[in-house]
């Protein structure tokens, strides 16, 4: 059986179509039409890519690996807009269709004020057609299509609300460091292109690479001379610095804190199933190159323990609630990635599967907290909000639960068996990961259960005062910072439906799809040949032989290190959010060089500024003095000065005075005859 063409092409475009809609004509045809229109397309997309999922899984369907369209040929060389649907894609292409449509029905409520109401629903629509394009493309050229164009789509709209400074700085600083990871992505694609048989086809290049005749591993390349470095390993690496720029990882995370500065709903749709995900994806795609070479798998690994811990560390000192969950993508983005580094390449590809539903779930719980709030995005003022808010309540507490893994919570699943294949893996960097993951569960524990407490728990600390505030157009007016932190318009309330329906859909699977896909997604043959699974893997397998199904998994999980590190971090934040929140302030003083540490972000951001905006500023102002100023305006200034000069000589002569002319001619004539004269006596001579 195969896949209908034409169906894969209707969940790719149907996004589109409805964005260009909204975008094109979202004044005209009002806000109804609009965000009807583009919800209807993605939710085209979310069934049909279920349906491609069934049909793969259970209908018998083949893998789909056609070209749709030539775009050129030059020489050998041939790039094709074109699908691979497997396994993989189609669990990637469920996955981002269905939060998507979460958060297209809930930016309904969120934005309802916003005067930009149509041209968001634009911008997310498009944002999920260039994550389709990413995921079902089946060559390099189609990959870096969509890899541009979702950092394209970032850029506008973490700037969404540019009258915004930090808004514009925050999307500016997106772009650049993204910049800097694209470069290295773009050299490895040039670098399969040179040295993997000449295609872009991700087929042909995986071929290649495992074909025994080319002995691709042994193949050696200096980039400086007396230095050989195996091809493989420049390849990885390079393309592995493309997903370090778009999945955030140690030293190019500093783009995606900042990207708070956009609406909840973006935060959502970047942080939970696009965009950081897309580098984690990239990876597992290209696990038969990155096989070729333990350095780049070392490097990964390394790389990917960092981000972990110390990016969870600073989600710790941080009181603004969406920054909070935002570093929890960090650190769950360096689990991913550790996962990579080992070999675990399902065990990965299924964390970033179910982390994208309790994340999405979290980030838009903080949303419906912040609309309650007025904008306000202070825990510090906050507190108490589970009597006014049961249902953003509840199903925050669930998606903390499987952020934190929880055993039998969605998280629970995925990163025990990361932390399993961690531990059992003999790499280099292999101990310093295993640390780095295990003392991970008591950060995330500590900084989930922190943000619950201080947000719903407690007593509230903040103020109705209904006198010193209007109403009506209060929200909108508050996305722009207008507003006294602390003081409310009026009490807080409930989220509309639109807003806590799809919290209530995405806390379902935050509980369960863990417990429903750990089985084919990591002990069976799920993946078949979507991704590279190595016999290194085994310690999965070993793991799904001992403990036979999900259940057998959860109260195995009750014996193990994973577990009572979070309930300790649990016990931890508990006793101090929650019953003893004076203990905070007294940790602060304690710690504070180490609560300075962290409030600074390790001091990343001011090294950048430091290093590459003000020098950059610098050098470019010096060239500027020396070249332009004192170069070229010298050399064309000056010649104009001369020039000017020497016509204000000539000027003078030319008096209009007949008798002038006349004596200038007399004593022309005299020179002449002299000169004449002269030079005939020295040739007599």
């Known amino acids: 059986m195969m896949l209908d063409k034409n169906i894969l092409l209707t969940i790719v475009l149907a996004p589109l179509l409805g964005a260009l809609v909204a975008g094109l004509f979202g004044k005209r045809i009002g806000r109804v039409a609009s965000h009807s229109v583009t919800i209807a397309g993605v939710a085209l997309s979310c069934v049909l890519s279920c349906q491609v999922l069934y049909q793969l899984v259970w209908g018998g369907a083949e893998t789909f690996n056609q070209n749709i369209y030539t775009w050129f040929e030059v020489g050998g060389t041939s790039a094709h807009v074109g699908f691979l649907i497997d396994r993989l894609t189609a669990m990637m292409m469920v996955v981002v269709t269905f939060v998507s449509l979460m958060v297209h029905v809930y930016t309904i409520g969120y934005m309802a004020e916003d005067d930009g109401y149509q041209r968001f629903f634009s911008y997310i629509a498009l944002f999920t057609f260039?994550?389709?394009?990413?995921?079902?493309?089946?060559?390099?050229?189609?990959?870096?299509?969509?890899?541009?164009?979702?950092?394209l789509v970032s850029y506008l709209l973490i700037g969404f609300w540019y009258k915004r400074p930090t808004a514009i700085f925050a999307n500016m600083k997106a772009f650049l460091v993204n910049r800097v990871g694209d470069f290295g992505f773009l050299l490895g694609i040039a670098g399969v292109l040179l040295w993997f048989g000449g295609s872009l086809d991700y087929s042909a290049v995986f071929a290649h690479a495992q074909d025994p005749a080319f002995d691709m591993a042994g193949q050696t390349v200096e980039l400086i001379?007396?230095?050989?470095?195996?091809?493989?390993?420049?390849?990885?690496?390079?393309?592995?610095?493309?997903?370090?720029?778009?999945?955030?990882?140690?030293?190019?995370?500093?783009?995606?804190?900042?990207?708070?500065?956009?609406?909840?709903?973006?935060?959502?749709?970047?942080?939970?199933?696009?965009?950081?995900?897309?580098?984690?994806?990239?990876?597992?795609?290209?696990?038969?190159?990155?096989?070729?070479s333990e350095t780049a798998l070392t490097f990964v690994l390394v790389i990917g323990a960092t981000t972990a811990l110390f990016t969870g560390l600073i989600g710790v000192v941080q009181n603004d609630i969406k920054r909070v969950v935002a570093y929890s993508t960090l650190s769950q983005l360096g689990y991913m990635t550790v996962a990579l580094g080992v070999s675990a390449y399902s065990a990965g590809v299924f964390h970033l599967m179910t982390h994208a539903f309790f994340k999405?779930?979290?980030?838009?719980?903080?949303?419906?907290?912040?609309?309650?709030?007025?904008?306000?995005?202070?825990?510090?003022?906050?507190?108490?909000?589970?009597?006014?808010?049961?249902?953003?309540?509840?199903?925050?507490?669930?998606?903390?639960?499987?952020?934190?893994?929880?055993?039998?919570?969605?998280?629970?699943?995925?990163?025990?068996?990361?932390?399993?294949?961690?531990?059992?893996?003999?790499?280099?960097?292999?101990?310093y990961a295993y640390f780095c993951v295990l003392a991970g569960v008591f950060i995330t524990a500590l900084y989930s259960f922190r943000?619950?407490?201080?947000?719903?728990?407690?007593?509230?600390?903040?103020?109705?005062?209904?006198?010193?505030?209007?109403h009506g157009h209060d929200a909108h007016d508050d996305h722009h910072g207008h507003h006294e932190p602390g003081h409310l318009a009026h009490a807080p309330h409930e989220s509309p439906w639109v807003v806590t329906l799809p919290l209530v859909l995405l806390a379902i699977p935050s509980v369960v799809i863990g417990f429903l896909t750990i089985g084919p997604m990591l002990f069976g043959d799920y993946f078949g040949d979507a991704i590279f699974v190595k016999e290194a893997n085994?310690?999965?397998?070993?793991?799904?032989?001992?403990?036979?199904?999900?259940?057998?998994?959860?109260?195995?999980?009750?014996?193990?290190?994973?577990?009572?590190?979070?309930?300790?971090?649990?016990?931890?934040?508990?006793?101090?959010?929650?019953?003893?929140?004076?203990?905070?302030?007294k940790a602060e003083g304690a710690l504070k060089p180490v609560h300075k540490m962290l409030s600074n972000k390790y001091w990343f951001d001011d090294l950048y500024q430091a290093l590459f905006a003000r020098a950059g500023v610098a050098f470019g102002r010096g060239l500027w003095r020396g070249s332009d100023g004192a170069l070229i305006d010298g050399a064309i200034n000056g010649s104009a000065s001369i020039v000017d000069q020497f016509s204000a000589i000539v000027r003078r002569v030319q008096s209009g005075y007949l008798y002038h002319y006349a004596f200038a001619m007399i004593l022309g004539l005299i020179l002449l005859l002299g000169g004449s004269w002269w030079l005939f006596a020295r040739m007599a001579a």
């Not at 949303?367 to 509840?394: C, N």
């Not at 619950?452 to 903040?462: A, C, D, Q, W």
């Open 451 to 470: 943000l619950l407490y201080m947000t719903f728990h407690g007593k509230p600390r903040y103020v109705v005062d209904e006198h010193k505030h209007g």
């Open 538 to 585: 085994d310690v999965l397998g070993e793991l799904g032989h001992h403990f036979h199904g999900a259940m057998a998994m959860t109260l195995h999980g009750f014996t193990q290190w994973p577990f009572w590190i979070a309930l300790a971090g649990f016990v931890t934040a508990s006793w101090i959010w929650l019953f003893n929140p004076s203990i905070a302030d």
């Open 360 to 431: 999405a779930l979290l980030f838009l719980g903080a949303g419906s907290v912040i609309i309650a709030m007025h904008h306000e995005q202070d825990m510090r003022h906050m507190g108490g909000l589970r009597k006014q808010m049961p249902i953003t309540w509840i199903t925050m507490w669930l998606g903390s639960l499987a952020l934190a893994g929880a055993p039998g919570f969605a998280g629970f699943f995925s990163k025990d068996a990361i932390i399993e294949a961690v531990g059992e893996s003999h790499r280099v960097g292999a101990d």
């Open 130 to 151: 260039s994550m389709l394009m990413l995921v079902m493309s089946n060559n390099f050229l189609q990959l870096f299509f969509g890899w541009e164009a979702v950092g």
């Open 225 to 292: 001379a007396g230095h050989p470095w195996h091809v493989a390993s420049i390849v990885c690496i390079c393309l592995f610095i493309g997903a370090m720029g778009k999945s955030a990882q140690v030293p190019l995370h500093v783009w995606l804190p900042d990207s708070m500065e956009g609406p909840t709903p973006i935060s959502a749709l970047i942080h939970a199933a696009t965009m950081v995900t897309a580098g984690i994806f990239m990876v597992a795609r290209m696990s038969p190159l990155f096989e070729l």
